[in-house]
C-alpha cells in the first residue's frame, strides 16, 4: 500500500464525517485528481479481498492505542466516549494489541500497546511510518462545506 492509500485509510477511519474528494485532496497537496482516486480504488480492492473484520469501534479504538501507546482503558474510554472493553478483549484474542505493563495511577490500571501482528496488517515496519497526526487533521474537523457532502 502506497503512502497516499495509507492516508486515505487513515483519514477515512479516523474521520466524524463524510469526506468529500476535495478534503481528501488536502492530505497530500500534490497528487493529481487520478492518483486521488486511484488511492481510493486500491483501497476498496484491498477491502474487497477481505481480511479487514474489525468494526468501526475496533478501528477507533485501535486508532487510539496506536497513536497514544501506551495508554490505558479508562485513557481509550475518555476519548472514545464509550466502554471498551469488549473491544479491548477482542483485539488481544487477535494479538494485534497486548498489555505492555502497568500505569502510575490509582490501581495501577494495565496499559496497552500494538504488537507485530499490528505492523504486519497495516504494512507498516513502525510507528513512525504511520501518517502523521497532523496528515489527519483535515478527517478530524468539522465539513467546512455541508453542501459539498451531501451534492447540492
Same mark, same amino acid.
Given at each position: 500500500?502506497?503512502?497516499?492509500?495509507?492516508?486515505?485509510?487513515?483519514?477515512?477511519?479516523?474521520?466524524?464525517?463524510?469526506?468529500?474528494?476535495?478534503?481528501?485532496?488536502?492530505?497530500?497537496?500534490?497528487?493529481?485528481?487520478?492518483?486521488?482516486?486511484?488511492?481510493?480504488?486500491?483501497?476498496?480492492?484491498?477491502?474487497?479481498?477481505?481480511?479487514?473484520?474489525?468494526?468501526?469501534?475496533?478501528?477507533?479504538?485501535?486508532?487510539?492505542?496506536?497513536?497514544?501507546?501506551?495508554?490505558?482503558? &479508562?485513557?481509550?474510554? #475518555?476519548?472514545? +466516549? *464509550?466502554?471498551?472493553?469488549?473491544? !479491548?478483549?477482542? =483485539?488481544? %484474542?487477535?494479538?494485534?494489541?497486548?498489555?505492555?505493563?502497568?500505569?502510575?495511577?490509582?490501581?495501577?490500571?494495565?496499559?496497552?500497546?500494538?504488537? &507485530?501482528?499490528?505492523? #504486519?496488517?497495516? +504494512? *507498516?515496519?513502525?510507528?513512525?511510518? !504511520?501518517?502523521? =497526526?497532523? %496528515?489527519?487533521?483535515?478527517?478530524?474537523?468539522?465539513?467546512?462545506?455541508?453542501?459539498?457532502?451531501?451534492?447540492?
Amino acid at each position: 500500500m502506497n503512502r497516499l492509500t495509507q492516508l486515505l485509510e487513515a483519514a477515512l477511519f479516523a474521520a466524524a464525517h463524510p469526506l468529500p474528494l476535495s478534503e481528501l485532496a488536502k492530505l497530500q497537496p500534490d497528487a493529481s485528481h487520478e492518483e486521488l482516486l486511484e488511492g481510493l480504488r486500491a483501497l476498496r480492492d484491498q477491502y474487497e479481498r477481505g481480511g479487514h473484520a474489525l468494526s468501526q469501534a475496533a478501528l477507533e479504538t485501535l486508532a487510539v492505542i496506536a497513536y497514544r501507546q501506551p495508554v490505558s482503558r &479508562a485513557e481509550i474510554e #475518555e476519548i472514545r +466516549g *464509550v466502554s471498551v472493553d469488549g473491544v !479491548l478483549r477482542s =483485539l488481544q %484474542e487477535r494479538g494485534i494489541i497486548e498489555a505492555v505493563g502497568r500505569g502510575e495511577g490509582l490501581g495501577r490500571p494495565m496499559l496497552y500497546g500494538t504488537t &507485530a501482528l499490528f505492523f #504486519e496488517l497495516l +504494512g *507498516v515496519r513502525s510507528l513512525d511510518e !504511520l501518517p502523521r =497526526l497532523e %496528515e489527519l487533521s483535515v478527517a478530524l474537523r468539522p465539513p467546512s462545506d455541508l453542501g459539498e457532502l451531501t451534492g447540492s
